[in-house]
Nanobody
Framework: QVQLVESGGGWVQPGGSLRLSCTAS????????MYWVRQAPGKGLEWVSS????????YYANSVRGRFTISRDNAKSILYLQMNRLKPEDTARYFC??????????????????????WGQGTQVAVSS
């Protein structure tokens, strides 16, 4: 079955860095656009970043552009999110997700889980001093 397993979250002080990983199995990883999305406490689902199947086109929410970098290793079926210069407002549970019915290139609209194909259990990121 489809499995997405995130890791790498934790607590970090403002200005710090974390690298999230997502190991995928059970589907054709290299054929799917992949996303990172997040959900802050008490808030809805927010799109963070997208990467195309080849990994050579990446897209970011305005709030993270210039600080976060999405990448993928299709040989290993792993998705990454390098997060630098973290801010308290980045505190959230981060999920990796596969492409759903429609490709998400960029959006400022709140996401629904039904916009995604599959997703993992998430990894918690907390940014505070």
């Amino acid at each position: 079955q489809v499995q997405l397993v995130e890791s790498g979250g934790g607590w970090v002080q403002p200005g710090g860095s974390l690298r999230l990983s997502c190991t995928a199995s059970g589907f054709a990883f290299s054929d799917s656009w992949m996303y990172w999305v997040r959900q802050a406490p008490g808030k809805g689902l927010e799109w963070v970043s997208s990467v195309n199947t080849g990994g050579d086109s990446t897209y970011y929410a305005n709030s993270v552009r210039g600080r976060f970098t999405i990448s993928r290793d299709n040989a290993k079926s792993i998705l990454y999110l390098q997060m630098n210069r973290l801010k308290p407002e980045d505190t959230a549970r981060y999920f990796c997700a596969s492409e759903g019915k429609d490709t998400i290139v960029f959006t400022t609209d709140p996401l629904q889980w039904t916009d995604l194909g599959a997703w993992g259990q998430g990894t918690q990121v907390a940014v505070s001093s």
